[in-house]
C-alpha cells in the first residue's frame, strides 16, 4: 500500500545503512503526498536506527525533537584512524592496537562521561564561513572545528574484540549523551588518547528522547501501513514529548492568534491544548507573560 493521506504528526523510523537522511524524508514526502516533511536530527549515511520525522504541521515540534538527549550502540575500532573518522573514510594510518587491554580501554573511556568539550569530526555538517565542514574536506581543504560542550550521561563497554593478527581492536559502547555529541568524535579522541588511532566502524541510534527503537518502522514497512498506526498524530505528539496546559476556548483563540496568555508558573517549553484535546501552541513563559514560541492550531 504505497501513499497515505496527509497527515499531521510524527513518523519515528528506523533507517537503514546506506541511506542520507535526506532520502528518507524524500520517501515519506512520496508516502504522505505532501513536501511538507522534515526530519529531527542528521544520521550519516553508515549510521543506523530512529530517525523521527515530521509530517505537515508536526514539522514545527522538528526544532524540540532536534534538541533531545539521544542514546546510540556504537563499534570503535582501535589501531586505525581514517579521514572522516568512521569507516567510510580512506585509512591514513595504522598502529597495531592488539597490546591494548580491557582495564586501559575502560579507564580512557570513563574520562568522556560528564560534560566535556568535544572538537566535532572534520566531516560534519557544521558551517564554516557558510559552507558545510565536509565540503571544505571533500575539496581538499583542512578544517579545524572549535570544540563544543557536550554531555555524555552514559558509556558503558559492551565488549571488547581483538583483532585474530592483533592489529585491531574493536570496541562496542553504549552511550546516553546530548545534542550536537559526536560518536565519531569519541572514537578518534579515544584513539588518540591510547596512542594507537581509532575511528567509528558502526552506529546505531537507539532512542531520541523519549522515542525508541521498539515504536520505529523500516521505510519497507511504513510503505504497508496505514498512516494512523504508523503516525503519532500531532496533538498526541505534543502531549507526550511536553508538559501540558489546558485552556479554556477563549484562552485557545487569544494564543491561536498571537496573544499571550496569563502565567501558570511552569518550565517551558510547554503545550497548550484547547477544551477538545487539540494542541494549540508550544508556549514559554518570561516577563510575566505566557507568549507562544509555535502556534500550531490550524490557520
Known amino acids: 500500500m ?3 493521506c496527509i497527515v499531521d504528526g510524527l513518523v519515528v523510523v528506523d533507517k537503514a545503512a546506506g541511506m542520507t ?5 524524500a520517501r515519506v514526502r512520496r508516502l504522505a503526498g505532501t513536501r511538507r516533511v522534515g526530519h529531527g536530527g542528521t544520521l550519516d549515511p553508515m549510521a543506523t536506527g530512529v530517525l523521527v520525522i515530521g509530517v505537515g504541521r508536526a514539522t514545527r515540534l522538528l526544532t524540540y525533537v532536534i534538541g533531545s538527549d539521544k542514546s ?3 563499534t570503535i575500532r582501535l589501531g586505525q584512524t581514517t579521514v572522516t573518522d568512521d569507516a567510510e573514510g580512506e585509512v591514513v594510518s595504522s598502529t597495531p592496537a592488539g597490546q591494548l587491554g580491557d582495564e586501559a580501554i575502560r579507564g580512557e573511556l570513563a574520562a568522556f562521561v560528564g560534560e566535556i568539550d568535544q572538537v566535532p569530526s ?3 555538517a557544521i558551517k564554516v564561513d557558510g559552507k558545510r565542514a565536509y565540503a571544505r574536506v571533500r575539496a581538499g581543504e583542512t578544517v579545524a572545528l572549535e570544540p563544543r560542550r557536550v554531555t555524555i550521561a552514559r558509556l558503558d563497554v559492551l565488549a571488547v574484540h581483538p583483532s585474530p593478527t592483533g592489529s585491531t581492536v574493536d570496541v562496542e559502547v553504549s552511550v546516553d549523551c546530548s545534542s550536537g555529541t559526536y560518536i ?3 572514537a578518534r579522541d579515544l584513539g588518540t588518547a591510547l596512542g594507537v588511532g581509532g575511528h567509528l566502524t558502526a552506529l546505531r541510534r537507539t532512542a531520541v528522547g523519549g ?3 521498539a515504536e520505529a518502522a523500516t521505510l519497507d514497512e511504513l510503505a504497508t501501513r496505514a498512516p494512523d498506526v504508523v503516525t503519532l498524530p ?3 505528539a505534543a502531549d507526550r514529548y511536553f508538559t501540558r496546559r489546558d485552556v479554556t476556548v477563549e484562552e485557545a483563540k487569544v494564543l491561536s492568534h498571537g496573544g499571550p496568555l496569563t502565567v501558570a508558573g511552569l518550565a517551558g517549553p510547554y503545550a497548550v491544548f484547547a477544551p477538545d484535546g487539540t ?4 508556549v514559554q513563559e518570561r516577563d510575566g507573560r505566557a507568549r507562544a514560541e509555535v502556534v500550531l492550531a490550524p490557520s
Open 2 to 4: 504505497e501513499g497515505w
Open 21 to 25: 537522511s535526506h532520502d528518507v524524508v
Open 72 to 74: 546510540y550502540d556504537a
Open 122 to 124: 572534520a566531516v560534519s
Open 184 to 186: 565519531r568524535s569519541i
Open 211 to 213: 522515542f525508541t527503537l
Open 234 to 236: 500531532l496533538s498526541a
Open 279 to 282: 494542541v494549540v501552541a508550544i
